[in-house]
């Protein structure tokens, strides 16, 4: 039976081009609780046509 969230595999996996490319994320620290915050540099760029480019599992998995 395969595990719902695939852990012994998540070191395998790649996201889709459009998310590497247009998507870069870059970690700047941590909150006050210990949470990893990121910097998402979107500026002008067509956030809801490359999102619709993708389903919405693959976005919040990368």
């Given amino acids: 039976m395969e595990a719902e969230n695939q852990i012994d595999t998540i070191a395998d996996y790649k996201p889709p081009e459009v ?10 620290g941590v909150d006050k609780e210990g949470a990893i ?3 998402l540099p979107l500026g002008k760029a067509d ?6 480019k ?3 599992h693959t976005v919040n998995r990368y």
């Avoid at 998310?19 to 700047?28: A, E």
């Avoid at 956030?47 to 619709?52: I, L, W, Y």
């Fill in 19 to 28: 998310l590497r490319t247009d998507f870069t994320k870059n970690r700047i």
């Fill in 37 to 39: 915050v990121h910097y």
């Fill in 47 to 52: 956030v809801k046509g490359r999102f619709s």
């Fill in 54 to 56: 993708l389903y919405y």
